[in-house]
Structures are given as structure tokens and as C-alpha cells.
């Protein structure tokens, strides 16, 4: 498996951007699915979304839709959240996840490696 590392995460305004990265050290990214978590104060963790080996893309939040966007780079052997238009409601720790295989999940389960988390705050 690959050990993940995100960066990226901050304070942020209301209707601001961040772009947060997951760098991936120990094996090849292309073989992996790889996907965006958060979890808010109190509130469980969601699956946001997902790219896959094939770079297609999910979003599984109705309302990141138009405002955020997967990305990978496996040369660099990393992938982006950019985050657009971003609300309070954002606001949450974000980690990205791993599994080998093709295919997107929304299910957390399904991830077995994760990176150890970064902040977004979204607030005025």
C-alpha cells in the first residue's frame, strides 16, 4: 500500500479557494483509486469524492458538484482536491484515502491506507 500525506488545508473566507494535495510515498499511484473524505465537528465521516485509475471522477457530496474538483498527477505521484466557492458548511478535516484496484468507492471501508488528515476552516 501507499502512505499518504495531505497539505494544502487553512483558514479561509467564505466563497475563498483551496487546493489540497495528497502525496503518495511506498508504491506506484496508478494503481490506486484514490479518495476525498471529511469529517465535521460531530458529524461522521463522508465520502466527497474520488478519481480513478483511469482518471474518472466522482463527487458523492450533491453539493461540492461545480465547486470542487478531482485531480492526479501520477508522475508526481499526487492528487488535488481543488475547492472552490467554499462555505462555512465545508468546514471539516479532510483526509485522502487509497485502495488498489480501478474503481471509486464512497464507502471508507473500502480504504484501507489514509493519510493523517488536514484542517479546512471555512469562516469570516
Known amino acids: 500500500q501507499v502512505q499518504l500525506v495531505e497539505s494544502g488545508g487553512g483558514l479561509v473566507q467564505p466563497g475563498g479557494s483551496l487546493s489540497l494535495s495528497c502525496a503518495a510515498s511506498g508504491s506506484g499511484l496508478d494503481v490506486y483509486a484514490i479518495g476525498w473524505f471529511r469529517q465535521a465537528p460531530g458529524k461522521e465521516r463522508e465520502g466527497v469524492s474520488c478519481?480513478?485509475?483511469?482518471?474518472?471522477?466522482?463527487y458523492y457530496v450533491e453539493d461540492v458538484k461545480g465547486r470542487f474538483t478531482i485531480s492526479r498527477d501520477n508522475a508526481k505521484r499526487t492528487v488535488y482536491l481543488q475547492m472552490n466557492s467554499l462555505k462555512p458548511e465545508d468546514t471539516a478535516v479532510y483526509y485522502c484515502?487509497?485502495?488498489?484496484?480501478?474503481?471509486?468507492?464512497?464507502?471508507?471501508?473500502?480504504?484501507?491506507?489514509w493519510g493523517q488528515g488536514t484542517q479546512v476552516t471555512v469562516s469570516s
Open positions: 484515502a487509497s485502495k488498489r484496484g480501478p474503481s471509486c468507492s464512497r464507502y471508507d471501508w473500502r480504504y484501507p491506507s
Open positions: 478519481i480513478t485509475t483511469g482518471d474518472d471522477e466522482f
